[in-house]
């Protein structure tokens, strides 16, 4: 039972609000907006650079001008903690890092074309870079003689540069599709063996016995060696919602969710341990509720209500005799609806508050109950789920973890059902970091809606060069069910 409220509300944030909100919170190197437009200086004097050794000689002085401001801009990033910066070229796109730049891969067309045509599609400017090293990287992009990667790598050593490293861009480049696949399936593995430890929890309480808490430990620390090997195999896990077993997916959902915002905030290894245990364990009391109150369509009555309120009590009772020597998940149990204002239940005694457990378990309890769907009503989109949680910042959620679990999370969350704006569907793959409403997708239907056998990745950070506009973009969320997918999991 969430504190999830009826999100119905209008008031709720866009995603380009929300990004903009969370902005802050992004794990993107130039997050930052002083960065970011010592980023753009970069790009700008690379570009002004080769414009104008192709005007004249390198020896004149708007040439040498120019060419000291790229070095300056070099310094200025390295001053910033880059011991070394890239330029990226992925489909006539410009990124920094991996950071996408729209407007200047259109100003800076010519430049981007000429280190194509070199054969350059990643430059990797080092701390040492400096004046000669600049004048021999425009003269490179001006000479026609040089016609792929090898004759301009030649062409620096002959000219003994070490500040520059050229190279084709490896930005898109991950694990390899067979050690992803991999990962994928063990992190599965790992998921079904939770699901079935936490059956056994559950038919063990039902008959009133002890149950053994070490499966459980047992999958949190298998879990968190998958999630430190590829956080995405194990994110992409939440995906899955288990039509039958709800209750035991959403255990396994929430402690997904939890151990990945509590990685997010840097808790270590015994921290993430507690935590995953706890939000594996914080229902548990529901067991001692009877089915026909839980499962009840309509509105409870003041008794049934009293109820099903007293799962926390019961819960933390439970866990107590078992008696683990970590108290976190009898905590968590106890305090998981007490919410962020202390206006839920049970009421606190005296100056207490939600532990940091209690609030991640509760946030990441609210957005997976939201984005189930259940025989008594439809799942939310992931988008707008974490708009209501956004709108409940403060109130029932703690609002730094709010935004934590956003920026994680993404706008448009990985396993997110999209239309684009050419009205194809897709699925979100893959969220960008420094870009969250531009994730990588993967391309399932056309705009006819004709099926595709094998979907194609895309990155919807990709330019269009001709107008600097995003060459396709999301024009809204759709709930799995209405887009005909039923395991959206297969796709990631
Ligand atoms: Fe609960």
């Given at each position: 039972m969430s504190d999830a409220v009826d999100p119905t509300n209008d008031d709720l944030q866009s995603a380009p609000e929300m990004a903009n909100e969370i902005a802050s919170n992004a794990r993107a190197p130039f997050a930052d907006p002083a960065r970011l437009a010592k980023a753009k200086e970069l790009l700008r004097a690379l570009a002004v650079s080769h414009t104008n050794a192709g005007l004249y000689p390198t020896t004149h002085p708007l040439v040498g001008q120019s060419l000291g401001e790229l070095v300056t801009a070099v310094e200025a990033l390295r001053d910033d903690g880059f011991s070394s910066v890239t330029i990226n070229i992925y489909k006539r796109t410009l990124f920094v890092e991996n950071q996408v730049f729209p407007e200047e891969s259109m100003t800076h067309r010519k430049t981007v074309e000429d280190l194509l045509a070199h054969g350059i599609s990643a430059l990797t400017l080092l701390a040492t870079f400096n004046l000669r090293d600049a004048t021999a990287l425009v003269e490179a992009l001006s000479d026609d003689s040089i016609a792929d990667l090898e004759a301009a790598r030649r062409m620096f050593e002959r000219r003994g540069v070490v500040g520059v490293e050229l190279s084709e861009t490896a930005l898109f480049e991950e694990a390899g599709e067979e050690e992803e696949q991999e990962n994928k399936v063990a992190a599965r593995q790992t998921y079904d063996a939770g699901v079935e430890a936490m059956r056994d929890v559950e038919t063990q309480t039902k008959l009133g016995k002890v149950f053994d808490v070490e499966p459980l430990q047992h999958m949190v620390s298998n879990m968190l060696d998958n999630l430190f090997r590829d956080p995405a195999a194990v994110l992409g896990l939440t995906a899955i919602k288990g039509h039958d077993d709800y209750t035991l997916n959403h255990s396994i959902n929430v402690c997904i969710l939890s151990l990945s915002l509590g990685a997010s905030l840097g808790l270590d290894n015994v921290g993430l341990r507690s935590l995953g245990l706890s939000a594996l364990l914080y229902d548990l009391g529901k067991v001692r509720i009877p089915e026909d109150i839980l499962n009840k369509q309509g509105p409870l009555t003041t008794d049934e209500w009293h109820i099903v309120k007293s799962h926390t009590k019961e819960g933390a009772d439970l866990l107590k005799r078992i008696?683990?020597?970590?108290e976190m998940p009898m905590v968590v149990a106890y305090e998981h609806h007490q919410r962020h204002d202390l206006q839920g239940y049970p009421e606190p005694q005296g100056d207490q508050e939600q532990h940091l457990f209690s609030k991640v378990v509760a946030l990441c309890d609210a957005y997976d109950a939201m984005t189930t769907r259940r025989p008594f009503r439809r799942e939310i989109r992931p988008d707008k789920a974490l708009a209501v949680l956004m709108q409940g910042r403060g109130k029932a959620y703690d609002p730094a973890l709010t935004k934590s679990l956003v920026a994680m999370l993404g706008i448009y969350p990985m396993g997110a059902v999209v239309h684009l704006d050419d009205q194809s569907t897709a699925v979100v793959f893959r969220v960008n970091t420094d870009d969250l409403l531009h994730p990588r997708v993967k391309l399932l239907a056309d705009a006819h809606g004709r099926w595709r056998e094998d979907p194609e990745v895309l990155d919807l950070r990709v330019v269009d060069p001709e107008t600097g506009e995003f060459a396709r973009s999301i024009v809204e969320c759709v709930p799995a069910s209405d887009a005909g997918i039923d395991d959206v999991w297969q796709y990631l």
């Open positions: 008696q683990l020597v970590d």
